[in-house]
C-alpha cells in the first residue's frame, strides 16, 4: 500500500531563504508523486509532478522536486521565498498510474516573514 | 474554460440525515475523484469515476457512495451522516487516461453535521 510522511507540519522562512518541504513516500510499485498546494479557501492546485524519466522536476511559481528512489523522497525546494508563497503544501502518491486516485501526506504550513 | 464547479459550498445537516453534494468537472475531462478534507486526517481519498464506472475506491464505509453521469457530472451521497462527517469535500477533475494526469480541485463543499 502506498503512503507518505511529510515531515513538519509547519515551516518557517523570510523571504528571500530557501524553502525547503520534506516528503517521504512508501510504494510498492514505481510511485507517480505529486506536490498540490492550497491557498485559504480554496480548492487545491497542482505545483509539479514526477512520472518517468528524469528525477529532477520543475514546477510552476519556481519550485522543484527531486526524486530519490535510494532515500524514498520527494522534497519540495525553492530557492527564495515570497510572501505569496504562504499556503499549506501537500505531497502526494497516486494510487494507480492514472494518478486519479492520491494518498496524500497530512501537509505542511508555510509560514513567510518580512 | 470554465473550472470545477461544486454545488452547493456550504451545508448544515443533523446526525442520521443523509446528504448529496454535486460536482461538475471541467468540459472535456472524464474523471472524478472525491476528497474529504479534516483538520484530524487531512486530506483522504473516497472514491474515482471514470466514464460512469468506480475505477478506484478509498478505505471509506458503505455510507458513503457516488455516482456519474453521462455528461461526467458526479454526485456523492452520505446516507446516515455522523458528527465525524463534517469535513470539507473536495472533487477533482481530470482528463482521466494515460499516466499521472493534473487533477483540477474544485473549491469544495463545507458540510457541517450538528
Known amino acids: 500500500a502506498q503512503s507518505v510522511t511529510q515531515l513538519g507540519s509547519h515551516v518557517s522562512v523570510s523571504e528571500g531563504a530557501l524553502v525547503l518541504l520534506r516528503c517521504n513516500y512508501s510504494?510498492?510499485?514505481?510511485?507517480?508523486l505529486f506536490w498540490y498546494v492550497q491557498y485559504p479557501n480554496q480548492g487545491l492546485q497542482l505545483l509539479l509532478k514526477?512520472?518517468?524519466?528524469?528525477?529532477l522536476v520543475k514546477g510552476i511559481n519556481g519550485f522543484e522536486a527531486e526524486f530519490k528512489k535510494s532515500e524514498t523522497s520527494f522534497h519540495l525546494t525553492k530557492p527564495s521565498a515570497h510572501m505569496s508563497d504562504a499556503a499549506e503544501y501537500f505531497c502526494?502518491?497516486?494510487?494507480?498510474?492514472?494518478?486519479?486516485?492520491?494518498?496524500f501526506g497530512k501537509g505542511t504550513t508555510l509560514s513567510v516573514s518580512s | 474554460k470554465a473550472g470545477v464547479t461544486q454545488t452547493p459550498r456550504y451545508l448544515i445537516k443533523t446526525r442520521g440525515q443523509q446528504v448529496t453534494l454535486s460536482c461538475s468537472p471541467i468540459?472535456?475531462?472524464?474523471?472524478v475523484s472525491w476528497y474529504q478534507q479534516t483538520p484530524g486526517q487531512g486530506l483522504q481519498f473516497l472514491f474515482e469515476?471514470?466514464?460512469?464506472?468506480?475505477?478506484n475506491k478509498g478505505n471509506f464505509p458503505g455510507r458513503f457512495s457516488g455516482r456519474q453521469f453521462s455528461n461526467s457530472r458526479s454526485e456523492m451521497n452520505v446516507s446516515t451522516l455522523e458528527l465525524g462527517d463534517s469535513a470539507l469535500y473536495l472533487c477533482?477533475?481530470?482528463?482521466?487516461?494515460?499516466?499521472?494526469?493534473?487533477?483540477?480541485f474544485g473549491p469544495g463543499t463545507r458540510l457541517t453535521v450538528l
Open positions: 477533482a477533475s481530470s482528463l482521466g487516461q494515460g499516466f499521472g494526469n493534473e487533477q483540477f
Open positions: 510504494s510498492s510499485v514505481p510511485p507517480y
Open positions: 514526477y512520472t518517468t524519466g528524469a528525477t
Open positions: 502526494a502518491v497516486s494510487v494507480d498510474q492514472a494518478g486519479t486516485a492520491l494518498i
Open positions: 468540459s472535456g475531462h472524464r474523471s
Open positions: 469515476y471514470f466514464s460512469e464506472t468506480q475505477r
